[in-house]
């Protein structure tokens, strides 16, 4: 009877390997097909499971912690990585040490970070042609943010926009016009096809005073993506996106408008190639302004052949309701990566956008960049509070150029799975103080032709506020700068005159350009 008891537990014993064999075969299986159609958030349940069952399977936990970044997972991301990396077989895997790396940085462990990265090259250094230089990139990120974060803008108020408008889903691209909030959000489940399990839409919704999102009736379309708002100076036109799915995370956009009759939307409207280009994402639309041309400019995003990275920043100027001209790539702002939500601040004559191209936090950073009488100046990382060491985009700003929004998925935000804090998008509103003077540079140049300008001295200066301001007349023989200090808000006009030289003259707002601590006049005198 005893032999007959231990035989009967033996073959238990076997079966019950077997049955947990079969089961997890099958989950790494249905990892492998949910990563093949990028759908990381069942891979990353299924191989979860997985770990549970064999977690000393170094195959499974590294496959987990690769499910858990690409799904932006990093906390978990990072304990997984860490127990492959403390494993007898992580030899087997060189690339932890970069990967746990990057988790880190993502996490804002810079400093951990960066010693993982030199770590990772004193032992791999050249065994990966893709690895090698991302790690050296990554030094220099990890070295920048340390410094970077010492700098945190402390006047700038941050505040988390409540469950009147933020989900566990993504929220995103919010403006606001009068005391609307427009803004887009990914919350709504719908299935383009019955055969098919339903998926997250995005819609867009308008908040009024502060109060619940409601879903704009008029615009979305029920069947695709509908987002990114954007409205045109005299209000009779809203342009604005519709995408679907192409597999099981990646979308394809076009971008559509509509004008606005008497406060109601007219039929949607594709804009014509070559601004949609068929098989390619043309997306997050923007209305800018060019003062050179006096021209509105419509500013996207678009992953089409011709630019410099991935997604790029691309324009057109509108030259009339029906009449854009052919789009041109802004080359000046563009990296070999991504940048994406451009938002034009027609005060300031400053764009926005978010890039991870450049040195920043981490994962998308919002950037900004001027223009200055058509030439656009070197882009600056907007620095932390707006930027975290997670992702940040879809930057906007009311016209006083001291309060808006953007959208961070950083810690702290309504995360869709609260114990993996991963994903998603909320929508942030920021503010500055107002600062009761400004500090005005006007310089003075000699030109020939508009070419070659050096410094000239001895230029009389006149500064008078408009209409009908005292003039404040000065002439410096012994320097081409002239400092100020003016009220905000208003309009000035500047000359100067000096013999030999045909005058130059400007207008401008001392309100202008309000993220620089000085605003700089130019005047560029020709040679008469």
């Not at 799904?71 to 978990?76: Q, V």
């Not at 803004?183 to 839409?201: I, M, N, T």
């Not at 559509?256 to 949609?276: H, S, V, W």
Request: hydrophobic share 35%.
């Amino acid at each position: 009877m005893k032999r007959q008891h231990i035989f009967i537990l033996f073959f238990l014993t076997l079966l019950v390997g077997r049955i947990s064999g079969q089961t997890l075969n099958a989950y790494a299986k249905g990892a492998q097909e949910a990563f093949d159609k990028k759908d990381y958030y069942t891979a990353y349940n299924f191989l979860r499971i997985a770990h549970e069952i064999e977690p000393n399977n170094t195959v499974h936990t590294y496959n987990l912690a690769e499910a858990a970044r690409y799904y932006s997972a990093f906390t978990m991301a990072e304990k997984y990585y860490s127990e492959v990396d403390s494993s007898t077989n992580a030899k087997d895997y060189p690339a932890t040490g970069f990967w746990l790396g990057n988790v880190k940085e993502r996490l804002g462990k810079y400093q951990e970070a960066l010693d993982l990265y030199q770590i990772y090259l004193s032992e791999h250094d050249g065994e990966d042609t893709v690895l090698t230089p991302m790690a050296q990139k990554h030094i220099d990120i990890c070295t920048w943010a340390l410094r970077e974060i010492e700098n945190k803008d402390t006047t700038l108020t941050l505040e988390h926009l409540g469950p009147e408008v933020n989900t566990t889903f993504s929220e995103f691209g919010a403006a606001k016009l009068d005391s609307l909030l427009y803004y887009s959000s990914l919350r709504f489940l719908g299935k383009a096809d019955v055969a098919l399990p339903e998926k997250p839409y995005a819609k867009i919704l308008i908040s009024e005073n502060d109060s619940t999102g409601v879903v704009d009736t008029l615009i979305n379309d029920d069947n695709f993506h509908t987002s990114h708002t954007a409205f045109n100076a005299a209000r009779d036109r809203v342009y604005y996106t519709i995408c679907d799915y192409i597999n099981g995370i990646d979308i394809r956009c076009d971008l559509y408008y509509r004008d606005i009759i008497n406060g109601e939307y007219g039929l949607a409207q594709k804009l014509p190639e070559p601004i949609n280009m068929a098989g390619y994402t043309t997306t997050q639309p923007h209305v800018g302004y060019d003062p050179q041309s006096k021209r509105e400019v419509l500013y996207f995003a678009s992953d089409r052949p011709g630019g410099k990275g991935r997604l790029d920043i691309w324009f057109c100027y509108i030259a009339g309701p029906d009449n854009f001209t052919a789009p041109e790539n802004l080359a000046a702002v563009n990296s070999e990566w991504n940048e994406v939500s451009p938002f034009y601040h027609r005060k300031s004559k400053t764009l926005y956008l978010s890039s991870n191209g450049y040195l920043g936090f981490g994962g998308y950073d919002i950037y900004k960049v001027a223009n200055h009488e058509g030439v656009w100046d070197t882009l600056v990382n907007m620095g932390s509070p707006v930027n975290s060491s997670l992702d940040d985009a879809f930057y906007s700003l009311l016209d006083d150029g001291l309060e808006g929004y953007f959208s961070s998925n950083r810690l702290g935000s309504m995360y869709l799975s609260p114990e993996d804090e991963a994903c998603c998008f909320d929508i942030y509103h920021f503010e500055k103080p107002p600062l009761k003077d400004r500090v005005i540079l006007v310089r003075t140049f000699e030109t020939y032709k508009g070419l070659n300008p050096q410094p000239l001295n001895g230029v009389k200066v006149v500064m008078a506020e408009t209409p009908n301001g005292a003039p404040d007349i000065r002439e410096d023989y012994l320097s081409h700068l002239y400092y100020y200090v003016l009220d905000r808000d208003k309009n000035f006009n500047v000359s100067g005159t000096k013999k030999g030289y045909k005058p130059a003259f400007r207008t401008f707002n001392s309100s202008d350009n309000p993220e620089a601590d000085t605003l700089v006049i130019d005047l560029f005198l020709e040679i008469d």
